[in-house]
């Protein structure tokens, strides 16, 4: 089975570079631009994995990996901020 991840950054360039490289590597990868979306698209793609930037231009990817924690359908999703 095909691991899926989740990309999270308001930078469109980076979004671009983070998902050429894992889906070169075997990956599934779905981005997001902004925060807004994010349990929806979560609940849509199942990741395994999510990668958020830290700094978001409308969310503090902070404040959403707390959120994501304290949810229990995606308290024992991986997240890794970058």
Same mark, same amino acid.
């Given at each position: 089975?095909?691991?899926?991840?989740?990309?999270? /950054?308001? /930078?469109?360039?980076?979004?671009?570079?983070?998902?050429?490289?894992?889906?070169?590597?075997?990956?599934?990868?779905?981005?997001?631009?902004?925060?807004?979306?994010?349990?929806?698209?979560?609940?849509?793609?199942?990741?395994?994995?999510?990668?958020?930037?830290?700094?978001?231009?409308?969310?503090?990817?902070?404040?959403?990996?707390?959120?994501?924690? /304290?949810?229990?359908?995606?308290?024992?999703?991986?997240?890794?901020?970058?």
């Amino acid at each position: 089975m095909e691991q899926r991840i989740l990309v999270l /950054d308001d /930078d469109a360039d980076i979004l671009d570079i983070i998902s050429y490289i894992l889906v070169e590597k075997g990956y599934v990868v779905a981005t997001l631009g902004s925060g807004r979306e994010i349990f929806q698209t979560i609940r849509e793609f199942h990741p395994d994995l999510v990668l958020m930037d830290v700094m978001l231009g409308d969310m503090d990817g902070r404040v959403i990996c707390s959120a994501l924690k /304290d949810k229990n359908e995606t308290s024992v999703l991986p997240v890794i901020l970058i």
